[in-house]
């Protein structure tokens, strides 16, 4: 992860303004909503490690609770769309059985 004094994190080839909740790639930019923008971030930070649907849950939502695991896949499915519509390289992966990850395609 890298940690610019511009307040954006970087990923393989996107970008991420922590202070307009901006992701970007190369000349196309899209808004991500609070809970997409924490959820990508999440993702960046640990970065290398596959992330367990509760982990995800329980950092963005804040509580385990069965109704909550379907918002995380909702949620993924936003991220994806969006890292699709900006041309992105970067995809988010499905670990069956164990969760998410980010990863260079």
Same mark, same amino acid.
């Given at each position: ?5 511009? @307040?954006?994190?970087?990923? @393989? ?5 922590t202070?307009? /909740?901006?992701? $970007? ?5 899209? &808004?991500? /909503?609070?809970?997409?923008? &924490? ?8 970065? @290398? ?7 995800? +849950?329980? #950092? =963005?939502? %804040? !509580?385990?609770?069965? +109704?909550?695991y379907?918002n995380?896949?909702?949620? $993924? /499915? !936003?991220?994806? #769309?969006?890292?699709? !519509? =900006? %041309?992105? #390289? ?6 069956? %059985?164990? %969760?998410?990850?980010? &990863? $260079? /395609?």
């Amino acid at each position: 992860i890298i940690n610019t004094p511009d @307040g954006t994190l970087h990923y @393989g080839d996107i970008l991420l303004d922590t202070t307009t /909740s901006m992701l $970007m790639c190369q000349e196309q930019s899209i &808004r991500l /909503s609070e809970k997409e923008y &924490r959820l990508l971030e999440y993702l960046i930070a640990n970065q @290398g490690q596959i992330l367990t649907r509760e982990q995800l +849950a329980l #950092k =963005i939502w %804040g !509580f385990e609770n069965e +109704a909550e695991y379907n918002n995380v896949e909702v949620y $993924m /499915s !936003f991220l994806r #769309k969006k890292l699709t !519509f =900006i %041309g992105a #390289k970067t995809k988010i992966k499905a670990v069956r %059985g164990l %969760g998410y990850e980010l &990863r $260079m /395609s």
